[in-house]
């Protein structure tokens, strides 16, 4: 539960004014549909009458027979080009105010139990790095907790969360510096660091889950030299973080394989999205699903038709109708497949690319999904060409499980800001019927004294 910094001519084209849609600083309201009740233009809007509109749909003017008009005739922004809401709505939306002043912070992990979110992003108080524990509570987003974590860790970024069956936290920290690692960290119930581990040599780009025997399983990177890596699943101890064993994928010393993702289902069988390089600026995209304990790889479907200078397999989630479901971004190309697999064979069911957007947008770049009972939301970053300016925003997309878009709704006010940034949600959990909740924050910037926000919504898919 991570994501990855964009790099070349993304940074270039996605600077942005930002801001959230339909929304206060604390909270926003959404109508039956699902659909805000506020245009992105910040005006209140109405439900019609149901008669035949007299006015035209997208000059901003909610006229009679028109559910939403947004100002434009963009289809998949939360309104469509017919003045009808999009199915995809957020019940509230909330900031921390624990701003981020100096820094960015390139994932925020967040985990779903019961009624009660916990999400920790970076800090730089005092010209150090940090991190922050935030507990909020599901239900209406209110703040229970917010509290630094002193970790005092050198470039260090909180990259993945899990909670274990006892309760405790496990944070995954990846350290840039003169030589990557990555730290583990157990934290108790009073967000005391119980043990922490340093693994050099590991390069990041990696999860964190529990197996079905209560292992803290890791996914990672380990780079055998400066042009080869291995993707290694460990299995860990949970009461101490020392190493129980190791199970390897890809060809070892043969390429610069990447693991990024992985999901458990109830079978405790292990899905690994991971990539291998091949040849300079080539990146081929697979997904692997591994027995519960030690042994040779189940399957492996590879998508050698997916290929690019920096694909990754970012998302791997198993819905409750045997199926993985996968996320893979060519982030150099700013575009997303979408993929569902057969858990038993690995077989391809569908796979869905190049969604149509609106006039004068990039594709899609996402960074998470999540699956609920009959749907999947991915959430990611888009960018929109105004006058020649490129403006960033987030976007949720829901899915059905056969692969079709069901909504898709943007994040994003371009007026009145005084602040550039590159807004993105870095991760999203499921929670009851079809309910989401996604964190996301201004992950680039300009003028350094100006603060960062951290916001955490609660998503809704009809």
Not at 137 to 149: F, N, Q, T, V
Not at 407 to 418: H, I, L, T, V
Request: include cysteine.
């Amino acid at each position: 539960m991570h994501r990855r910094t964009v790099t070349g001519r993304m940074l270039i084209c996605l600077f942005s004014l930002y801001g959230p849609v339909g929304c206060t600083v604390d909270e926003i309201s959404v109508d039956e549909s699902g659909g805000s009740t506020t245009d992105p233009s910040g005006s209140e809007t109405a439900p019609g009458t149901g008669t035949e509109p007299i006015g035209e749909c997208g000059d901003g003017v909610i006229d009679p027979g028109e559910l939403c008009d947004d100002g434009n005739a963009i289809e998949d922004d939360g309104c469509s080009s017919s003045c009808e809401p999009i199915a995809c709505g957020f019940e509230w939306v909330v900031r921390d105010p624990a701003f981020v002043t100096e820094y960015f912070s390139p994932w925020v992990p967040v985990v779903l139990d019961g009624d009660e979110l916990t999400l920790i992003h970076q800090t730089f108080p005092e010209n150090y790095l940090n991190s922050r524990l935030v507990r909020l509570s599901a239900a209406d987003g209110s703040i229970m907790l917010s509290a630094e974590i002193n970790l005092r860790a050198e470039d260090d970024f909180p990259q993945a969360l899990v909670r274990g069956p006892e309760g405790d936290l496990y944070l995954g920290d990846t350290t840039y510096g003169l030589e990557r690692s990555v730290s583990l960290r157990r934290l108790d119930a009073d967000n005391q660091v119980l043990w922490n581990r340093v693994r050099p040599d590991e390069y990041g780009m990696f999860d964190l889950a529990f197996s079905s025997n209560n292992e803290l399983l890791l996914v990672d990177t380990y780079q055998t030299s400066a042009v080869e890596s291995q993707v290694r699943i460990v299995a860990l101890d949970p009461a101490d973080g020392s190493e129980l064993g190791v199970r390897e994928l890809g060809t070892p010393g043969a390429s610069f394989d990447r693991g990024e993702a992985m999901a458990i289902d109830d079978q405790g069988r292990v899905f690994v999205g991971w990539t291998q390089e091949l040849q300079p600026e080539v990146s081929y995209p697979s997904i692997s699903a591994l027995p519960p304990t030690q042994g040779p790889p189940l399957w492996t479907t590879s998508f050698d038709s997916i290929t690019g200078e920096y694909v990754l397999v970012e998302a791997v989630a198993v819905d409750r109708h045997g199926q993985v479901i996968a996320a893979i971004v060519d982030f150099p190309s700013s575009r997303s497949w979408f993929a569902s697999l057969d858990a038993d064979t690995g077989e391809v069911v569908w796979l869905l690319s190049d969604i149509e957007l609106g006039p004068s947008e990039l594709g899609l770049v996402t960074y998470d999904l999540a699956t609920s009972s009959d749907r999947i939301l991915v959430v990611g970053t888009q960018a929109l060409q105004v006058d020649g300016e490129w403006l960033t925003y987030a976007r949720l997309l829901g899915l059905d499980f056969d692969g079709n878009v069901v909504c898709s709704k943007r994040y994003g006010d371009f007026e009145g800001q005084e602040w550039l940034n590159f807004m993105r949600f870095t991760d999203v959990v499921a929670g009851a019927e079809d309910d989401f909740y996604a964190v996301g924050h201004a992950f680039f910037y300009i003028e350094s004294s100006l603060p960062i926000p951290v916001e955490l919504l609660r998503a809704r898919i009809r």
